[in-house]
């Protein structure tokens, strides 16, 4: 349309990650040629690091806020970026301005969990033999295959997938859109075939769904017409059987205040944004206490703002749970930042396990001490590279 002026409305938040950082490039690049004076609201400091000359950050009042120069030369590549120190500075900057403004911790810090016996906890006598064993093997994908039924006849989606976790580990699954990462997820919480191979949990095989595993999805399965108490009650009681009521509710309440919903936890569920439901969600999956803790792609909905908030709070929780824990993700920040181990697939079909790098940084971690730690964007480049081998569906080819 040849515009004097061209407004953008968050044009790419309903993309994936890695999608959304390939259409920026686009989008800088016909900027380039065509040199059109552009507003662009967005809430991925990343995009707007990629196109912007200025940055204008709004408080949550809506009052303008701090402004920030974008002296980075173009054209900007995001790997290249990754190795700039001014790139780095500037993203932690604007990052802990608009964290600074947008986000107040609403966590009490006065109730204790109630010391209640969840029904797989193990007799202590009992815990302690098998310890040394399972804590070292705690979950187990040996050879793990699926194969779906199509049209075309049987595809090969996941295969040989080999991974051992300890109890108490924090693994990342990162990979591109497509390449299995929720097949395996599925067939970790029991709700899809294993086609070969095996999973142990605790030395028992995974079969069907339990408790004992609970899920997170992007959108949390809440009953509309229950309030988020409600919602997070249901199936606690089959958990605690020899808890009182009263000391059930109590459980389910400990974890709405720390998913920060202490003034929340009487409201509907439709009455809730998406961030909310995503919390009563999380708080469900903690109140379980399982044995092992399935995200896929937890926060894949939710503004950065609201996620960068979300993974705190999910760190906050896990760090005093230490449930054992497999989150999927496309976005490699979320990535590192919740992770002792970051496992990368390669690309389906026959996708496995292409790399794993094990993340050292100290804990507890938050947004802003990551972007101000030396060695967080080597982490970054090495899982950023990796997906960008395989951006166009195959690996590159090695040269020799
Ligand atoms: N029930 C199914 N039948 C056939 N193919 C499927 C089925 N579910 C998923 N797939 C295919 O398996 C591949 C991996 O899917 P998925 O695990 O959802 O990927 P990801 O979570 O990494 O985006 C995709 O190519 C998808 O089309
Ligand atoms: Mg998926």
Redesign the pocket.
């Known amino acids: 349309m040849q515009p004097e002026v061209l407004l953008m409305d968050e044009p790419l938040s309903a993309l994936d990650a890695l999608t959304r950082g390939n259409v920026a490039t686009e989008i800088e690049a016909i900027w380039a040629a065509d040199k059109r004076t552009v507003v662009l609201i967005t809430n991925d400091v990343d995009e707007a690091l990629v196109l912007a000359d200025r940055i204008l950050c709004l408080n949550p009042d809506g009052t303008l806020g701090a402004a920030f120069p974008v002296n980075l030369p173009r054209p900007r590549d995001r790997n290249a970026m990754n190795e700039s120190n001014d790139f780095k500075a500037l993203r932690a900057d604007v990052t802990a301005y608009l964290m600074d403004v947008g986000i107040k911790s609403k966590l009490p810090e006065t109730r204790l969990l109630p010391a209640l016996t969840p029904r797989h906890a193990l007799p202590s006598a009992y815990a302690k033999a098998a310890n040394s064993a399972m804590d070292a093997r705690y979950l187990r994908y040996s050879q793990l295959h699926k194969v ?3 049209p075309k006849g049987p ?1 090969t ?1 996941v295969e040989d997938f080999n991974l051992v976790l300890k109890k108490a580990e924090f693994v990342s699954l990162i ?10 997820l599925t067939m970790t919480a029991g709700l899809n075939a294993i086609s070969k191979g095996a999973i142990t949990l605790d030395g028992t095989h995974v079969e069907g769904t339990d408790p004992e595993r609970a899920v997170v999805f992007q959108s949390p399965n809440l009953f509309p017409w229950l309030t988020a108490k409600e919602n997070v009650a249901i199936g606690v009681d089959k958990v605690y059987p020899k808890s009182t009521q009263v000391e059930r509710q109590e459980v389910v309440e400990y974890y709405l205040e720390r998913v920060g919903l202490a003034d929340s936890m009487n409201r509907q569920a439709t009455d809730m944004s998406n961030g909310m439901r995503q919390r009563v969600g999380i708080a469900r999956a903690f109140a379980l206490s399982p044995k092992l803790l399935l995200l ?1 792609e937890p926060f894949g909905m939710l503004d950065s703002l609201t996620r960068w908030e979300l993974q705190e709070v999910l760190m906050e929780v896990w760090s005093r749970t230490k449930v054992t824990a497999v989150c ?1 993700t496309h976005d490699v920040d979320e990535a590192i930042m919740l992770a002792d181990r970051v496992v990368m ?1 390669t690309n ?2 026959n ?1 496995t396990i292409g790399k794993i790098t094990e993340v050292k940084l100290p804990r507890p971690r938050s947004r802003r001490s990551l972007l101000e730690h030396p060695d967080y964007y080597h982490y970054r480049s090495e899982v950023l590279s990796f997906l960008e081998e395989y951006e166009h569906g195959h690996k590159k080819k090695d040269v020799a």
Do not use: E, I, R, W
């Not at 990979?175 to 929720?182: D, E, F, Q, R």
């Open positions: 779906y039924a199509t595809l989606v990979g591109h859109s497509g390449c299995g990462k929720s097949t395996v896929d999927v697939m389906g079909p996708a």
